[in-house]
């Protein structure tokens, strides 16, 4: 079993080392990056790998350093690194370990004694310390506990339990990038709140960036279970593939996921269902290979960029709007504003989600804080229109203002219905306009980073 | 305190300022006491503090001060007391030794060596000092003695990194020759010789420290594992590689290295022939005994070192062939603990020794398989202060072949110290579980302590030349325990039964030296010392306990048991301690009984079986 999360921090020791041959000793340095694969318990033994950087004084200044560390303080009563590098043209071994007493636990924790091997032979030993003084804060403020990779199938296969009054969503909206044509997937099951049978439909939208936009419905049928993905009379969405045909249109694709999944709603409530509907991605961003054939034309799809995400809830907001932006560079925002139909939340003005994922992390950290702020204040702001909507807040030192265009004759209308049978109407773009400015504070607000997107947002406005 | 030690000397040894060589043996005596442990050493200096004591108040004046004829009034006046007699005794023993050895070294000045000194063969050793403190290795055996070494060198065959780690040093053949005896007795002797099991009566169990082992202080006897105790083993204990075929192969093949052979006559010097015209006359069935010394030169010094290379201890015969392997040996090196990883997947796993150099320092050597081999006093504090002595049987069991010995006094000139020092094997007795065995160590260092003090003593002392002396060690049950963890402390019960035999050992002892012609028999009992004739003898012990009886052991076994059962034996039939993986217990400790003969060979086999068997079988 893959564990929930990871380890990672960084470590400097200071010392010497006396080569074998040699009367004197040397001065070395060693800054280590260390990741665990688990979360690092000091009652047990974390083993991580090691990178980073040695160097000995006229020997060596290595950033080739790759290596192990045994992390067992208490139960094996030993902190072992295992690393090698190469130096002068030869490849070093180091060997050595902390020995953990609780006698003396600063001076045990902190001085590793260690032996140089070259093919196997004894080449020098030494000692490096950890210099508490200059050292601690870094090292401690070093450490993370990244959540360990995960992989996008596993939140691609069905969560439907069976419970009337569900639907349960998996689309894909990708970007040509040769015709900066748009394609929306749609793939859906309705389970009725009446406990009639369920069924599956969807369809499938092509937005050419000078218009008009085609789409062709495909179902309802009878639902019938996939343990993978969707999959119904033809049509399929899984991992890594999605095919089928509706209408006019067909279409056989092969899905490359990059990226850590988003949870754009907090993961707890896409694990525990007690929100009235929770969206994700899989994979943050993903690549898009195949062809699409549609009346008059056919798309070849080389790599085109764009994302999966799944919905499972009660039905439709009764106000939303929805953005997926590739800024590029693997960076990827994600927005969903929602006013929920239930009585009282549908008084209140959007909830807004909004996951900024750039250079590998996720602003704000926490799906919560631009939702609900801290009890309502500093919560990001919404306003749902069309054809432009705005979302904007602040959250620590930085601030984002994003604004969504959604030409008219670009935007495709459809309307939706709930399993209670109510009726929504959802106007969507995959070639929508937008524009991001991040800004960061440092004395005074100052622009961090900039994105226009020029028909290459997915967007979507959806009311009652 | 030196000038008690001058007035305790010079009580007991009736110095009249005559001679010379008493006036050195309070130096000496005070050397060899600083190599003692702190209870020994206090015990000596507070016996010499009460006695001048007594002294004071007697006379009114320190024994130091007194004439030789004071002096003798006050000890008599002390040994007059029954219940005083076994306290002069236990001062009498360091003095003797050191009173043997200045004696020898003014009457008999130690010669310039007249060949070239013996080259030991090549040894990879290290001192502790130049070791890394951080290394790694297949395997690491903790100890460098008669299991320690022949389990290093089938390790280290296999291809296998071995590390040996061995808490004294290495003292080569050259070293010998070139120092008197008892300088080097207190270095080759764990507490300089002065380990005691505490019992009463007490016995004194020296062991070697070394590398080699006890193997460098023993006698170099070579008996084989007798075919009883080898069905015993399998039997009842359940030891698979007691079987006989097997296990006599190993014997050879531990017998070939050692080169043993039985004692040539030449060399064997007039205390064992004396020995053999005893049991010629009682028609006894005796022999030279079967050594470890090809070209004996009969020097006599076998307890501290062979001085001429000739008895094959295992620094000289096997760690050669196991660093030729590739091992590596560690001197001054003691093994503070076994390293254990506990969250190992399949329970607890040896993962290497940490281990304390002579200044304090420390250091570690990682290796999945350790080879317990520090003997059966050592081994299981070692396990217990490595958190792996949790088997309730570990430190019981210990059977350490509980010895006397008898002197006879002959008219011509004996000279015991000139000769093999253990020569002629008297079986007569061995199916009684007695087994008489003529040995004489150099002046003072032989077991049989000289009855009397003050005059008499001297007497004795200068008349030595005329003793023959015999030495009978018995079969015993295991009625001793390993106590403590930082460092052993030995409790013997004497089972009656094996009193019964010791006292039995004394009589058929008197009666060979009578037979020889002995005039007298000195019994070494303080209560009744001396008999003139073997029904005087009969008479005499038939008023004696064992009790009374001088003790010492040269064979600890049996403290890390192997057996089949596991309520019973801390190690299995494989010789892999319980309750942990990748523990090899191979020394005198894993006997499941005791051997009946001197151990060395059965120690070696047995070390030789289970080593294969781990080198075979992984390190699991």
Not at chain 2, 113 to 122: G, N, R
């Amino acid at each position: 079993m893959t564990a929930a999360r990871g380890t990672e921090f960084t470590e400097t020791m200071v010392g010497s080392v006396r080569l074998a041959g040699e009367s004197g000793t040397r001065a070395m340095r060693l800054d280590l990056s260390v990741r665990a694969e688990r979360l690092m318990l000091p009652h047990r033994t974390t083993d991580a790998t090691l990178t980073g950087r040695v160097r000995i004084a006229g020997l060596a200044d290595g950033r080739d350093v790759r290596g192990e560390l045994e992390i067992s303080p208490i139960a094996r009563r030993r902190i072992r690194y295992r690393l090698d590098f190469t130096a002068d043209g030869r490849r070093y071994s180091l060997d050595g370990w902390k020995s953990v007493s609780a006698l003396r636990p600063v001076k045990s924790m902190t001085v590793l004694p260690f032996t140089l091997l070259t093919d196997g032979e004894e080449a020098g030993h030494g000692t490096l310390r950890f210099p508490v003084a200059t050292a601690l804060m870094p090292f401690l403020g070093s450490f993370r506990f990244p959540r360990a990779q995960e992989d996008a199938a596993q939140h691609l296969a069905p969560r439907w339990n069976g419970s009337p009054g569900r639907t349960e969503v998996w689309y894909t909206t990708l970007t040509d990038p040769k015709t900066r044509t748009g394609v929306w997937l749609h793939h859906e099951l309705t389970a009725p709140d009446d406990g009639s049978r369920p069924h599956g439909h969807g369809w499938i939208a092509l937005f050419p960036p000078d218009g008009p936009v085609e789409h062709a419905r495909f179902g309802p049928e009878p639902w019938e279970p996939d343990p993978v993905g969707f999959s119904m009379d033809g049509v399929e969405s899984g991992p890594g593939r999605l095919r089928g045909s509706a209408g006019d249109f067909r279409w056989d694709v092969t899905e490359r996921p990059q990226g850590e999944p988003l949870f754009t709603f907090p993961r707890w409530s896409w694990r525990r269902p007690l929100l009235p509907a929770a969206q994700i991605l899989p994979s943050a961003r993903a690549s898009y290979t195949g062809t699409i054939a549609y009346p008059g034309g056919e798309l070849h799809l080389d790599a085109a960029p764009g994302a999966s995400a799944r919905i499972y809830g009660h039905g439709n907001a009764r106000r939303w709007a929805w953005l997926h932006a590739d800024l590029g560079g693997g960076d990827v925002l994600e927005i969903v504003a929602a006013v929920s139909m239930r009585p009282g939340l549908n008084k209140l003005p959007p909830l807004t989600f909004l996951r900024l994922r750039r250079n590998g992390r996720t602003w704000p950290r926490r799906a919560e804080r631009s939702a609900v702020g801290w009890a309502g204040l500093g919560r990001f702001r919404t306003r749902i229109g069309l054809p432009v909507w705005t979302v904007s807040g602040t959250a620590g030192l930085r601030r984002i203002r994003v604004e969504v265009t959604q030409p008219r004759e670009r935007t495709l209308a459809l309307d939706y219905t709930d399993p209670d049978g109510g009726a929504a109407v959802c106007r969507n773009s995959e070639s929508a306009d937008a524009r991001v400015l991040l800004e960061r504070w440092w004395g005074r607000w100052r622009t961090e980073a900039e994105w226009f997107l020029d028909g290459t947002a997915h967007a979507e406005v959806g009311d009652r | 305190m030196s000038t008690r030690l001058d007035g305790l000397v010079a009580a007991l040894l009736a110095d009249d300022g005559r001679a010379a060589w008493p006036g050195a043996v309070p130096d000496r005596l005070g050397r060899m006491l600083d190599a003692m442990p702190s209870a020994a050493r206090a015990g000596v200096h507070g016996a010499a503090a009460a006695i001048d004591a007594y002294a004071a108040v007697r006379m009114g004046r320190r024994l130091r001060r007194l004439t030789p004829g004071e002096r003798e009034r006050v000890l008599a006046s002390l040994a007059a007391r029954p219940a005083l007699v076994p306290v002069l005794d236990a001062v009498k023993v360091p003095v003797m030794l050191a009173a043997g050895t200045e004696r020898m070294l003014h009457e008999e000045p130690v010669r310039a060596p007249s060949a070239p000194p013996f080259e030991d063969p090549p040894l990879d050793c290290v001192p502790s000092a130049e070791w890394p403190d951080r290394s790694t290795a297949d395997a690491v055996v903790i100890g460098s003695g008669a299991g320690g070494a022949i389990a290093a060198r089938t390790l280290a065959r296999t291809g296998m990194r071995v590390v040996v780690l061995e808490e004294g040093r290495r003292h080569t053949t050259a070293d010998f020759a070139r120092r008197a005896p008892l300088g080097r007795f207190a270095e080759l002797y764990r507490d300089g010789g002065a380990t005691v099991a505490l019992g009463n009566p007490p016995v004194v169990l020296p062991v070697g420290r070394a590398v080699g082992g006890t193997t460098v202080v023993n006698s170099g006897t070579c008996y084989r594992t007798p075919g009883h105790v080898l069905a015993r083993w399998r039997e009842t204990f359940g030891v698979d590689l007691a079987d006989a075929t097997a296990f006599a192969a190993h014997l050879d093949e531990v017998e070939r290295t050692l080169r043993v052979a039985t004692q040539p006559l030449d060399v064997l010097g007039r205390n064992g022939r004396t020995a053999l015209a005893g049991a010629e006359t009682l028609g006894w069935k005796a022999g030279p005994l079967r050594r470890n010394a090809p070209g004996c030169k009969g020097s006599c010094q076998c307890v501290v070192g062979c001085p001429t290379g000739a008895k094959q201890s295992v620094q000289l015969s096997v760690l050669p062939d196991a660093c030729a392997a590739g091992a590596r040996i560690v001197t001054r090196a003691y093994a503070r603990r076994i390293l254990t990883d506990p969250d190992r997947s399949g329970g607890p796993r040896a993962c290497g020794v940490g281990v304390r150099r002579p200044d304090g320092t420390d250091f570690e050597i990682l290796a999945p398989l350790v080879v317990v081999a520090a003997g059966a006093l050592h081994s299981p504090p070692l396990l217990r202060r490595s958190g792996l002595g949790r088997h309730p049987r570990l430190g019981r069991n210990l059977a350490v072949h509980p010895a006397t010995s008898v002197a006879g006094r002959f008219t011509e000139r004996i000279t015991a110290w000139q000769g093999v020092l253990q020569s002629v094997g008297i079986e007569q007795h061995h199916d009684d579980g007695i087994l008489i065995e003529a040995t004489a160590g150099p002046p003072g260092m032989g077991s049989f302590v000289l009855p009397g003090v003050g005059r008499a003593l001297r007497t004795e002392l200068e008349q030595a030349g005329h003793l023959a002396t015999l030495g009978a060690m018995i079969a015993d049950r295991p009625s001793g325990r390993v106590l403590g963890a930082r460092r052993s402390v030995l409790r013997y019960d004497l089972d009656p039964r094996d009193g019964r035999r010791l006292l039995g050992a004394v009589e058929a002892m008197g009666e060979l030296l009578f037979a020889a012609g002995a005039e007298e028999v000195l019994t070494g009992i303080a209560a009744a010392p001396r008999a003139g004739s073997v029904d005087e003898l009969r008479q005499l012990l038939s008023g004696v306990t064992a009790r009374r009886l001088h003790l010492s052991a040269f064979h600890p076994t049996g403290t890390v048991a192997i057996g089949a059962d596991a309520q019973m034996a801390p190690a299995d039939p494989r010789g892999r301690l319980r309750g942990v993986h990748g523990v090899l217990v191979a020394d005198g400790s894993a006997l499941p009984s005791c051997p009946e003969v001197n151990p060395q060979l059965t120690i070696m086999a047995t070390a030789l079986a289970v080593s294969e068997s781990a080198a075979a079988g992984g390190p699991g």
